[in-house]
């Protein structure tokens, strides 16, 4: 309990220190402006404009969320500790598992504020061109939160492991990739030797599974079953609770 | 074994225990990377959209390429459609960008024509990205069967389509329309077509051709009703300049019904 409450107040610190990021402003600003911009290539696809606003809109919200979410985790305990913040905060009763959860909290709300801000604008944007956002919006929106959450999961474990913010972002951005590609890496280890299929799919199940959580194709093909909701967050949870356990493990045996 | 170690052991298990049931549940059917029918020019364009599970965005920036690439006025040789300038003044080359009302658009005699030979090869292309987008489908194969007249190629953007919608209803209209096209039955194209003209995702090109099918049977009436839907909703300034010509010269005519085999 009581580590749970300061983790929350860590949390909200680090929604906090994230909003004042100038580089978190940049990004929802920015993303913004693209959103508008947006109008211009759906008025070039002429009769499918709603669907090319609509794809592009989400895109860049899923982009904008996942960068604030990647950027934030892998500089989040690396600037505190550069900054030697961190020994004021430790010298304090705060437990390390506390201080890693609460930053990763943080910097899940401030994404999951902008991200909303920025679908709100993009609904808007929608609504001014005669189109319905459709079902499945908020889905879809949601779910590529979640899609940030588990790469911001796995880039503070990277960034502990490698103290190096460069190579947790690096590292992100190949799982990220590997994570929308995982049925063309079972097809390749299905065409392995048995030992090395078996071990490339050992792999293949290490890498987040992005193309669970990417709600957008599952919604395109109207035949596709309804989203396993109970699959999705229970993956997400326990994908990012490992991480972030492991995180803090490597966190607790590291001296300050 | 080491206590750090084994908690790198025991976190990688467990990834893989939720990775494993993950990858248990069923996912929506799209062809594979090695499926896509990548060109030359868009293999990294295709590579880099699809791993950051851009796929309908993929299929949608390929859209408007094909959309620009059907837009260039062709010559019927192929090449691009030029006006011969008078009194020695430089040939005028048509710009694409006149569907948006952004160019002087050609007029209706010039357009005639054209082979657009890479028709299919992009319809290909952007449904292997994006199978489920209908309206390209309808599209690409409504160019193909009715304005360049390459029924062949058209079935086959229809077939593959269909082969991920089996119940899109729409796919069998146009698989009929263009039978009794080839038979030289346009009563019955008509007929087929107009059902499709009554989805309110029916491409304007292809209510035009059901508008043009009615118009030569004698069934005036219905044709004007269906250029009037055009010019009242779409989007594409061609198809509007043209469906308020055509309105025109139906006004007031009536009805012959002459079917003609």
Known sequence: M???????????????????????????????????????????????????????????????????????????????METKTIYLILSRPVPRRAYIAGKYAGILLGAACAMACMAALHILLLKFRGAAPGAGYAAIIFSSWLKAAVAGALTVLVSLISTSALSALSMAGIFWTLGHFTQELRFISSRLSPAAALLSKLLIWIIPDMGLLNLRDAYAAASAAAPAWGMIIGYSAVYSLVCLALASFIFSRKEF | MPVKTAAFVFAAAMLALAGYVSRLSPRPDYPQADAIKSTAESGLEDASLLSMGFRRLAADVNFIRLLQYYAQPEEPSGGRLRQEGKDGKQAKVFSEYYVYGLAEAPDNDHFEGGVYAELKTRAMHLLSLDPYFSYAALYAAGALAFNVNRPAEALDVLFYAKQYRPAEWKYDSYIAAIGYS?????????????????????????????????????????????YEDIYLHSKDEFYVRNAARQMALLKGKPDTFAVTK
């Open chain 1, 2 to 80: 009581r580590t749970a409450r300061i983790a929350s107040i860590i949390a909200l610190e680090a929604l906090r220190e994230q909003w004042k990021n100038r580089f978190f402003q940049l990004v929802v600003i920015f993303s913004g402006v693209l959103l508008y911009a947006a109008l211009l290539l759906g008025a070039m696809a002429v009769e499918q404009e709603r669907r090319v606003l609509l794809d592009f809109g989400q895109g860049l919200i899923e982009l904008a969320g996942l960068a604030s979410v990647v950027l934030g985790c892998a500089y989040a305990v690396l600037r505190d």
């Open chain 2, 182 to 226: 080839k038979a030289g039955d346009p009563a019955r194209v008509a007929d087929v077509l107009d059902k499709a003209v009554s989805s309110p995702d029916c491409p304007a090109m292809l209510k035009q051709q059901a508008a043009f099918f009615n118009k030569k049977i004698g069934r005036n009436r219905r044709a004007y009703e269906i």
